[in-house]
T-cell receptor
Framework: GENVEQHPSTLSVQEGDSAVIKCTYS??????FPWYKQELGKGPQLIID?????GEKKDQRIAVTLNKTAKHFSLHITETQPEDSAVYFC???????????FGSGTRLSIRP | SAVISQKPSRDICQRGTSLTIQCQVD?????MFWYRQQPGQSLTLIAT?????????ESGFVIDKFPISRPNLTFSTLTVSNMSPEDSSIYLC?????????????FGPGTRLLVL
């Protein structure tokens, strides 16, 4: 079955700098890759997603890139702000599976 | 997106008892899921709640321990039965909804369970 690996497990960046979180997946049939942000005491919130027919997608300060050949995808946050501090999860799913598989999470801290 | 509510938001329970968690969605959805998130961990799928039929459980989860109901397309319940301290976790309801022509998955706020 699908396996999703996520790195790093923790990340601390200076406010205003960029943060990058990387994930790899094992199932070459996977075609949907969402990213979730989970703040303390809350449920995961979908922040951006990408499907295999595109290589990059951007929404304001957040962008996701996908390399299907290498089976990896990344989340990029630019001009980080204190409210970006949270745990971020990548995930992947394939057409044959009705479920998504999550990575292990990255705890992002923004230093003032 | 989807507006998802869960009840209760948190609870403290004694071992050996059972707790039923409710999930309500603002409109009909194709699929509903239940996840468990142990402290500091990622999300693990417990089961897919099927409307009108028995839930589909993932490996390591059984119906006797986590009975699930889904009487209609907007509501589901998860029961954590005969609880032990190891069941202390966040339990999350999730729904899949069409966004354009694609399915997108959204999560509720979670139920924080502590078993003593």
């Amino acid at each position: 079955g699908e396996n999703v690996e996520q790195h790093p497990s923790t990340l601390s960046v200076q406010e205003g700098d960029s943060a990058v979180i990387k994930c790899t997946y094992s199932d070459s049939a996977s075609n949907y890759f969402p990213w979730y942000k989970q703040e303390l005491g809350k449920g995961p919130q979908l922040i951006i997603d990408i499907r295999s027919n595109v290589g990059e997608k951007k929404d304001q300060r957040i962008a996701v890139t996908l390399n299907k050949t290498a089976k990896h995808f990344s989340l990029h946050i630019t001009e980080t702000q204190p409210e970006d501090s949270a745990v971020y999860f990548c995930a992947a799913s394939s057409p044959s599976a009705s479920k998504i598989i999550f990575g292990s999470g990255t705890r992002l801290s923004i230093r003032p | 997106s989807a507006v998802i509510s869960q009840k209760p938001s948190r609870d403290i329970c004694q071992r050996g008892t059972s707790l039923t968690i409710q999930c309500q969605v603002d409109s009909q959805v194709t699929m509903m899921f239940w996840y468990r998130q142990q402290p500091g961990q990622s999300l693990t799928l417990i089961a897919t709640a099927n409307q009108g039929s028995e839930a589909t459980y993932e490996s390591g989860f059984v119906i006797d321990k986590f009975p699930i109901s889904r009487p209609n397309l907007t509501f589901s319940t998860l029961t954590v039965s005969n609880m032990s301290p190891e069941d202390s976790s966040i339990y999350l309801c999730s729904v899949s909804r069409l966004a354009g022509r694609e399915e997108t998955q959204y999560f509720g706020p979670g139920t924080r369970l502590l078993v003593l």
